[in-house]
């Protein structure tokens, strides 16, 4: 049991707009702590997408979009791609574990 | 850009020690600007933070992994290593080494991650 609860899975057509939810407690997301989400490809280490809620380190195309808001977050996917199918990961830290924390991950596919 | 790269035995027994080390090219571990810290990924599974340690030596583990994590860093060598004990089933993982930037700790994101070490515990 993941401490940041993702969905297992979303789904949507080329050009479509996706969200994944990322929901956490007081502990973590609901302090002021970061949320950070990491793209991991097929048979590929994680990739940082997004970092400090709602930045883009330099590669990452606009149509990847972070918002947090009280103990949850959000990526936002727009213009979905063929290549954009994977697993995206929620990350943040917890005062009450005293440890950096992960979201159980969330698979997209792209229909 | 700074790369990792993870190293060791990818077969490890029941009760052994699982030890890797992660080899820093582009940076230099002794600047004190980052914390570098292992995470692993059980197969089919998400991500698990073990723990951290900074260039002079401090660490800060995962309470759930602390009884048997140990890391170290050697400065002379850019490398900073994990050592695992007790090992079971339950630990083959992949395993990453990474780096976060000291300056947005607690709260830091990770990033560039190594390649990763697939680490099976089996006799």
């Known amino acids: 049991q993941s401490v940041l609860t993702q969905p297992p899975s979303v789904s949507g057509a080329p050009g479509q707009r996706v969200t994944i939810s990322c929901t956490g407690s007081s502990s973590n997301i609901g302090s002021p702590y970061d949320v950070h989400w990491y793209q991991v490809l097929p048979g590929t280490a994680p990739k940082l997408l997004i970092y400090a809620n709602k930045n883009r380190p330099s590669g990452v195309p606009d149509r990847f979009s972070g918002s947090k808001s009280g103990p949850s977050a959000s990526l936002a996917i727009a213009g979905l791609q063929a290549e954009d199918e994977a697993n995206y990961y929620c990350q943040s830290y917890d005062r009450s574990l005293s440890a950096w924390v992960f979201g159980g991950g969330t698979k997209l596919t792209v229909l | 850009q700074v790369q990792l790269q993870e190293s060791g035995p990818g077969l490890v027994k029941p009760s052994q020690t699982l030890s890797l080390t992660c080899t820093v090219f582009g940076g230099y571990i002794s600047s004190g600007d980052h914390y570098w810290s292992w995470i692993r990924q059980h197969p089919g599974k998400g991500l698990e933070w073990i723990g951290y340690?900074?260039?002079?030596?401090?660490?800060h583990y995962n309470p759930s992994l602390r009884s048997r994590v140990t890391m170290s860093v050697d400065t002379s060598k850019n490398q900073f290593s994990l050592n695992l004990s007790s090992v079971t089933a339950a630990d083959t993982a992949v395993y990453y080494c990474?780096?976060?930037?000291?300056?947005?700790?607690?709260?830091?994101?990770?990033?560039?991650w190594g390649q990763g070490s697939l680490v099976t515990v089996s006799s």
């Open positions: 990474v780096t976060s930037p000291r300056a947005a700790t607690p709260t830091g994101w990770f990033d560039p």
């Open positions: 340690i900074y260039y002079s030596g401090s660490t």
